[in-house]
């Protein structure tokens, strides 16, 4: 944690800041500091940067100015700030356009007597900011920045919950508190105060004519970069297919270097052999250069550390499971382990594919749509022809999706969606009407995307949803709590980049979803 302030008034009350350092007579910076050509720099998280055609800057362990010599920082404890220090002193305000990863940075410039607060692309660490007459303070914690202001929650929060609509990333859970939005720099000075997105999350035209072999290089770039650290780096492995594939790419990794097996950290359910994936996991550990840990799961409430996640963020949030992720870096901690690499986000990455089977669907193309239903109707747990039957009723009234849903009736199959609950009496009607919320759940799934390009479009959106950097704030504030940091190598732009511009026929197949990490 790191939290620091700045203010023209050098006799203003600061005290609430927990260690930090006189930089000057009036600047407060936090002790987890590195200052390097006249930029001071406190940081959260590991940034790294990355070369290729696209990026003018690499260097991942050994790590160089683009004109400068190389220079070996691993062997320094302070190395991330030292990243940042001199990365700033070279590229400027530029520096978040090369720099990949999931970091937050505090940077004062000296020189242009100006604080730089920046977040990665994704929202994966956080940055908050309080503005004061004449001063900032800034944290990477929203609750030490509100300088013990209590959090406000209020009924369109709880109904947003509720409904499993999102805060906002920008929106701070104490009033008096901003935070710097994903891929967001914050520029402050005595006089000024201006922001600006760096990056953009947009559609490409990708000419790859092998989609597997070039996310297979991505894939393993992205676990690779994420292992490059001097701290020990263990990996999750629930016997999924997310965690299973980024256990074997780090083991693999691990083997050719020459060093240790990778060690991996698994729950079991002795007592619950329906949920028990013990089987995938000792095929894992038995193919890879990996060594397994496994814990037995033994009763627990889904629920349990909810209440513990929204006091420590401060704000009312989608926490389930949460113990169990806590559990594993908990044991990873205790074996000497400080880096954890994690399985979320290959379901939103790579996606199932259904967004193609809609697509198609849309445009009534049913000859394509019938080969892929067994594929869906699996992941979903479902029946084929009740598959079919969802995707006909968002269907146009064409001539062949009004035969298909006659022969539907005959067959006594409705769609799923009129099973589903009704969200518009789900809630009090009284909250409804003190909140907004309702038309906000409506306006996001009315959304209609083009017909000629829905698939990559819906995708994108999925992508772009407050969703994530929520997903990566709960995960790094679980780490936190148990002195490890969470790594997601899924959660990578270059990935991100190409996965959503691909078309949605490379994301499905007719023997299965996720085709595109199954193929590579």
Known sequence: MFVGAISKDPFRNLSFLDSVVRVDAHQLMPKRVFEDHGAIVATDGSAFVHHDAER??????????????TINLNSDPRHELRKIAFA??????????????????????????????????????????????????????ARTASRGEKAKVTKADVASFLLGIPPSSKASPFPAVQSVREAHIVRWSYDEFRHHRYWNLELRIDSTKDAPAKFRSLFKDAVRRRMNAQRPCAAMLSGGLDSSSIAMVAGAIRETSGGARLATFSHVYPDHPDLDESHYIDAVLRDGYIEGNKIPFIGGD???????????????????????????????????YDVVLDGNGGDEVVSYGLEHLVALARASNWLKV?????????????????????????????????????????????????????????????????????????????????????????????????????????????????????????????????????????????????????RA
């Open 56 to 69: 003018k800057l690499v260097i991942v362990g050994e790590w160089r100015l683009a004109h400068g010599p």
């Open 88 to 141: 700033y002193s070279s590229f400027g305000l530029d520096l978040c356009s090369v720099l990949e990863g999931e970091f937050s940075f505090a940077v004062w410039d000296g020189l242009r007597r100006e604080l730089v607060l920046a977040r990665d692309q994704l929202g994966a660490r956080q940055m908050y900011f309080r503005e004061e007459k004449h001063a900032i303070v800034f944290s990477n914690l």
């Open 302 to 336: 889904p629920l349990e550390g909810m209440a513990e996640a929204q006091v420590g963020l401060g704000r009312i949030c989608e926490a389930v499971r949460l113990e169990k992720v806590r559990q594993i870096c908990r044991l990873a901690k205790s074996n000497g």
């Open 370 to 518: 019938i080969p892929l239903l067994k594929a869906q109707a699996e992941m979903a747990g479902s029946s084929r022809l009740a598959v079919l039957a969802g995707l006909v009723s968002i269907a146009p009234s064409t001539f062949s999706s009004r035969q298909l849903r006659r022969s539907l009736t005959l067959f006594r199959y409705q769609s799923n969606s009129q099973k589903r609950l009704d969200f518009e009496n789900f809630l009090a009607p009284q909250l409804l009407a003190e909140t907004n919320v309702l038309e906000e759940w409506k306006k996001a799934r009315s959304w209609k995307g083009s017909e000629d390009d829905f698939a990559r479009e819906f995708h994108l959106r999925a992508m772009q949803s407050d969703a994530v950097p929520q997903t990566l704030e709960v995960l790094s504030w679980a780490g936190r709590q148990e002195g490890v940091e969470l790594r997601c190598p899924f959660y990578d732009i270059r990935r991100i980049e190409f996965c959503v511009s691909l078309p949605g026929s490379d994301k499905i197949a007719p023997d299965a979803t996720r085709a595109l990490l199954r």
